[in-house]
């Protein structure tokens, strides 16, 4: 059974910065790319961007382009998404996601394994 | 950026009714690259259609999915309990993907 298990809720600071892991379990790595989706309080679904980590270049949503930072090790076959500079809007719930990729392309498909998703509160 | 919209942006109906629901895309899907998904509160998304047609693993065949170009459709034949929910539909036709704004199902 596959599984992406996310770090804990956390409290930040405007202006600061977040570091949210995503722990994958069977053949993610090997076969997928991860996304990641920022869901803010009560809204909708949003795409940050992705990497597919047999490949390495990460691809980013343009809202998101020069504040995020999404990597993958794949020793450990977890997935990371840092956030920079802070804002209150940027309140939500943040998931990771196994997504069918396209290697050759870096195209991104559908979202099929969804992490257990990270409650992140920018607050002063 | 593919804009998705969907509609009703809420449907009121009864178990063992028929629900019908929209996307549409701001521009052609012409690989039909379209996806719905299931959201219930506090739980993640799940993914119920991709290819706009196929279901994915496990989903029961109540729930069915159509459409090309720019108009989609998720139907879900006979509502149980468990259906009421928020749907999402999401192109994968081009970067970036988007989703749309959703749509909630609620009991009537």
């Known amino acids: 059974q596959v599984q992406l298990v996310q770090s804990g809720a956390e409290v930040k600071k405007p202006g600061s910065s977040l570091r949210v892991s995503c722990k994958a379990s069977g053949d993610t790595f090997r076969s997928y790319g991860i996304s990641w989706v920022r869901q803010a309080r009560g809204q909708g679904l949003e795409w940050m961007g992705g990497i597919i980590p047999m490949f390495g270049p990460a691809n980013y949503a343009q809202k998101f382009q020069g504040r995020v930072t999404i990597t993958a090790d794949k020793s450990t076959t977890t997935a990371y998404m840092e956030l920079r500079n802070l804002r209150s809007d940027d309140t939500g719930v943040y998931y990771c996601?196994?997504?069918?990729?396209?290697?050759?392309?870096?195209?991104?498909?559908?979202?099929?394994?969804w992490g257990t998703g990270t409650a992140i509160t920018v607050s002063s | 950026e593919i804009v998705l919209t969907q509609s009703p942006g809420t449907l009121s109906l009864s178990p063992g009714e028929r629900a019908t629901l929209s996307c549409r895309a701001s521009?052609?899907?012409?690989?039909?690259?379209l996806a719905w998904y299931q959201q219930k509160p506090g739980q993640a998304p799940r993914l119920l259609m991709y290819g706009t047609s196929n279901r994915a693993s496990g989903i029961p065949d109540r729930f069915s999915g159509s459409g090309s170009g720019t108009d989609f459709t998720l139907t879900i034949k006979r509502l149980e309990p468990e259906d009421f929910a928020v749907y999402y539909c999401?192109?994968?036709?081009?970067?970036?993907?988007?989703f749309g704004q959703g749509t909630r199902l609620e009991i009537k």
């Open positions: 521009q052609s899907l012409t690989t039909n690259y």
């Open positions: 996601a196994r997504t069918l990729a396209a290697v050759v392309s870096g195209d991104y498909y559908h979202l099929d394994v």
């Open positions: 999401q192109q994968y036709r081009n970067s970036p993907i988007t």
